[in-house]
């Protein structure tokens, strides 16, 4: 009986002393400040750990806030938690988010690179429509695609050119840089494979070289067949053009120089040169057109100044060929004056009557 007494009281010192022991652990670590439930955690170590992590919601939710709610790329956020400094959503680079968000309730962050290639002011610019063809004709030349988006509410998507048929492209485009996505339709002459029209080498059948607007010629690319023709009436006291094509280097693509039918600029002089892009037979042959060329010159013909110059007090006349140009009065102040240049081409010039005269009837006389 002696001896189941002194191991009763042996047992109930033991507990005695095990519960001693556990409140004394427990005074020491609240004296550190540290939760019990909550493991500190280095920032610096923090950011390393989670660069892979994703961002949680958990109990612990209210130790940590995040004013754009997450990982949201495109809203810059702010990041705050109590014992840790508050972070902001930064560029890391100019095409580099670092991102802050809360992390089972401690604040880390990844560094992510935008899509859009474009960082700003703590957030990936948003990617509203990216064409990945050159802005220009040559664009139909070659299959690519649109791309829309990623977008805070959108996910992204693609675009591909396609074909409709054996001729018919139907090409995506961004529409005024917006999500939209515009189509068009486009007729290929040497028809569509993969995506794309085949390209057809410029040709002209004058040659397009010097003369060429004495031939009547055609003019063929991708777009067309494009023929030489006279447009009607005469202009400017008998002037007499031609509106002539001929191939010109219009685009690059992947290093290859595009050629397509251009019309050619009248080389004349300010008063010879047209609003569009004809060739002034008189101009230059003293001919009128015909047929979609100028007409071929018989022999020699010059360049004649009846005034011999520009003689402001002299109403003159330039003659070559069946084509002439008479001196006029734009004002009583200013008269136009027609010479031959010394190439041999008629040339005008403004002038301002002197002092004391007037301009009447082509010529500068005494007020």
């Known amino acids: 009986m002696t001896t189941s007494k002194s191991n009763y009281s042996?047992?109930?010192?033991?507990?005695?002393?095990?519960?001693?022991?556990?409140?004394?652990?427990?005074?020491?670590?609240?004296?550190?400040?540290?939760?019990?439930?909550q493991e500190a955690i280095p920032e610096e170590l923090a950011e390393q750990e989670n660069l892979l992590g994703e961002a949680t919601t958990d109990g612990a939710s209210s130790l940590c806030?995040?004013?754009?709610?997450?990982?949201?790329?495109?809203?810059?956020?702010?990041?705050?938690?109590?014992?840790?400094?508050?972070?902001?959503?930064?560029?890391a680079t100019k095409s580099n988010l670092r991102e802050y968000f809360c992390n089972k309730g401690t604040i880390s962050s990844q560094v992510?690179?935008?899509?859009?290639?474009?960082?700003?002011?703590?957030?990936?610019?948003?990617?509203?429509?990216?064409?990945?063809?050159?802005?220009?004709?040559?664009?139909?030349?070659?299959?690519?695609?649109?791309?829309?988006?990623?977008?805070?509410?959108?996910?992204?998507?693609?675009?591909?050119?396609?074909?409709?048929?054996?001729?018919?492209?139907?090409?995506?485009?961004?529409?005024?840089?917006s999500t939209a996505v515009g189509t068009a339709e486009i007729y290929c002459f040497g028809g569509c494979f993969e995506g794309a029209c085949k390209y057809i080498p410029c040709t002209d059948s004058d040659g397009g070289g010097e003369g060429q607007e004495l031939i009547k010629g055609i003019c063929k690319d991708s777009f067309g067949n494009y023929t030489d023709f006279c447009l009607l009436g005469s202009f400017d006291?008998?002037?007499?053009?031609?509106?002539?094509?001929?191939?010109?280097?219009?685009?690059?693509?992947?290093?290859?120089?595009?050629?397509?039918?251009?019309?050619?600029?009248?080389?004349?002089?300010?008063?010879?040169?047209?609003?569009?892009?004809?060739?002034?037979?008189?101009?230059?042959?003293?001919?009128?057109?015909?047929?979609?060329?100028?007409?071929?010159?018989?022999?020699?013909?010059?360049?004649?100044?009846?005034?011999?110059?520009?003689?402001?007090?002299?109403k003159g006349t330039v003659t070559k060929g069946i084509a002439k140009w008479e001196d006029y009065c734009h004002n009583t102040t200013w008269i136009h004056e027609y010479y031959c240049s010394a190439q041999g081409y008629p040339a005008e010039e403004q002038i301002i009557c002197p002092e004391g005269k007037t301009c009447v009837d082509g010529a500068c006389v005494k007020s």
């Open 10 to 37: 042996f047992a109930f010192i033991a507990i005695v002393a095990i519960v001693a022991i556990a409140g004394l652990v427990v005074m020491f670590i609240k004296g550190t400040g540290i939760e019990p439930t």
């Open 65 to 91: 806030q995040d004013s754009d709610g997450g990982k949201d790329y495109y809203t810059k956020g702010t990041t705050t938690r109590k014992g840790q400094p508050t972070k902001t959503d930064t560029c």
């Open 112 to 177: 992510i690179a935008c899509k859009s290639g474009k960082c700003k002011d703590g957030a990936c610019e948003q990617i509203l429509c990216k064409d990945a063809d050159p802005n220009n004709l040559a664009a139909i030349f070659i299959a690519s695609t649109v791309t829309v988006g990623p977008t805070k509410t959108t996910p992204e998507k693609v675009y591909k050119d396609y074909c409709k048929n054996k001729n018919v492209l139907v090409e995506y485009s961004c529409d005024g840089g």
């Open 237 to 314: 006291n008998q002037r007499y053009p031609v509106l002539e094509n001929y191939c010109a280097p219009s685009y690059s693509l992947k290093g290859q120089e595009l050629y397509f039918c251009r019309q050619k600029y009248n080389l004349g002089g300010a008063a010879f040169s047209f609003s569009n892009s004809e060739i002034d037979c008189a101009y230059f042959y003293g001919t009128e057109c015909s047929d979609g060329a100028c007409g071929k010159p018989s022999g020699s013909v010059l360049c004649s100044d009846s005034d011999s110059g520009k003689i402001p007090a002299i």
